[in-house]
């Protein structure tokens, strides 16, 4: 798959390699996401191109809830993903059991981000070939954050990640305004991930997540389905 | 009890009990005294402690109150060891601060009560050997008083006496706030001066009765508006 042979050529083809470009590599093999942040909500969105039609797509999920009000979703390397989103989850138990309030989101990104720049300074690893997009509501506001393989970690109000990010930011740079309602946001989003979609875009090869004061919850395909009506 | 050592004459009545030198192990442990007591009203707590600090039957302070202030709306009350009182509310000073440069904002009392379970649980096999009540107001403004034991068991009450004087002061105010075993009474809900009032007077009567409860009481009402002390003064025998 592109995304290995990528991570593998870094340290031959980079003759000095520096964080950015370490984290540039891995966007090269991506797949598009990206994600908005809405005045009550925010909405992560993804393709889910799988490479044959006899996956069973429900099976494995891009976009996974961490606690009740935070949920992530990547563009890099699946295996690399679901170990950050594991280590995450228990992030947010441990901060839950001795405080007994539910982890702040930009708390679990920072302890995510230093996760991910540990495996930058220690030996014998390789950083995580991922990048993260995380998204959670506490405290009656909308949070949004990006964590990179080398443990930056950005706060957003729309960003893209993945393949055609270029595309997506300048797309975004035009739609996005403050008040956007999580409706809209939705609908923006799903229109912002159509405008680099080969192919026909169904309820399939798409991932919605959307999290708002009553938590984090990943669309069915159902429900994503009525909002892909409303773009055609 | 006989020991059995030369003194041990076969045949003859013992006339007195010695025991013969015994070696004393070293405590790392020592009882400083102490009573502490919380009650929660509806937008208020009150955390109050006597202070005096005792050894044995002797007194090293007439002026050592037990409630530490740990946030403008959060106030602890340590009796036990004092050597354990004062290292666990350094700790709890330090882990307030960590949480308020981390996350940008102050500890609410649920989290303080929830954090110091964590680590008094800690030390489990060697534990701090304080009695702990936290008072203060909850995010919603109301008052909340969490008791602990000493490894960290701890829930939330609307009152809780806890040390030296605890068993004298617990059961009154089940009567007097609970309205435990009285029957034909309204259930009239405890303003803040009444509460106030009440808490001065069952110092007064802990004092007439525990050694290690005297000298003075100091009071910490704690309202949105802050946190207010008053002084009152106990008997000094």
Not at chain 2, 119 to 127: A, D, S, V
């Amino acid at each position: 798959m592109d995304t290995f042979c990528t991570v593998y050529c870094y340290a031959v083809s980079r003759s000095s390699p520096d964080i950015c470009s370490l984290t540039r590599i891995y966007y090269d093999a991506g797949c598009d996401d990206l994600s908005f942040s809405a005045s009550n909500g925010v909405v992560l969105a993804t393709e889910k191109k799988q490479k044959s039609i006899l996956y069973d797509e429900q099976s494995v999920h891009k976009v996974e809830p961490i606690t009740k009000h935070i949920g992530m979703v990547y563009s890099g390397m699946g295996p690399d993903y679901r170990v950050l989103v594991r280590r995450a989850r228990k992030l947010a138990q441990q901060y839950f059991l001795v405080y007994q309030e539910p982890i702040p989101t930009g708390q679990l990104v920072q302890r995510v981000a230093s996760v991910m720049q540990e495996y930058t300074q220690s030996g014998g690893v390789r950083p995580f070939g991922v990048s993260l997009l995380i998204a959670g509501w506490d405290e009656d506001q909308p949070y949004l954050f990006q964590s990179d393989p080398s443990g930056a970690y950005f706060a957003w109000k729309a960003t893209a990640m993945g393949k055609n990010y270029v595309n997506g930011k300048t797309f975004l740079e035009k739609r996005y305004n403050n008040d956007l309602e999580l409706e809209d946001a939705i609908h923006t989003a799903i229109l912002t991930l159509k405008e680099s979609f080969e192919g026909q875009m169904t309820e399939e090869n798409i991932e919605v997540g959307i999290c708002n004061e009553a938590g984090f919850k990943r669309l069915t395909p159902a429900e994503v389905k009525d909002y892909l009506a409303a773009i055609a | 009890m006989l020991s059995s050592n030369a003194f041990v004459d076969p045949g003859k009545m013992k006339d007195y009990h010695y025991t013969g030198p015994v070696e004393h192990r070293f405590s790392p442990y020592s009882f400083n005294g102490g009573t502490v007591l919380a009650v929660a009203g509806e937008d208020f707590a009150i955390v109050a402690s006597d202070t005096r600090l005792s050894e044995g039957y002797s007194i090293h302070s007439r002026d050592s109150p037990k409630c530490y202030k740990l946030t403008d709306t959060t106030v602890i009350g340590c009796s036990g060891f004092h050597g354990d009182c004062l290292t666990l509310t350094k700790i709890i000073d330090a882990r307030l601060k960590m949480y308020k440069h981390s996350n940008n904002k102050t500890m609410t009392s649920g989290a303080i009560a929830a954090m110091l379970s964590t680590i008094l649980y800690g030390r489990r096999f060697f534990p701090y050997y304080v009695y702990n009540i936290i008072g203060g107001l909850d995010e919603h403004g109301k008052g909340a008083v969490y008791s602990f034991d000493p490894v960290g068991s701890y829930q939330r009450d609307t009152y809780k006496a806890g040390g030296s004087a605890s068993a004298m002061l617990q059961p009154l105010l089940d009567n007097q706030i609970g309205f435990k075993n009285m029957e034909g009474v309204q259930h009239v809900p405890l303003t803040q001066d009444k509460a106030v009032q009440l808490v001065k007077d069952v110092f007064i009567s802990a004092a007439e009765r525990d050694v290690y409860t005297g000298d003075a009481l100091r009071v910490c009402i704690i309202t949105k508006e802050g946190i207010s002390e008053q002084t009152v003064p106990l008997r000094k025998d």
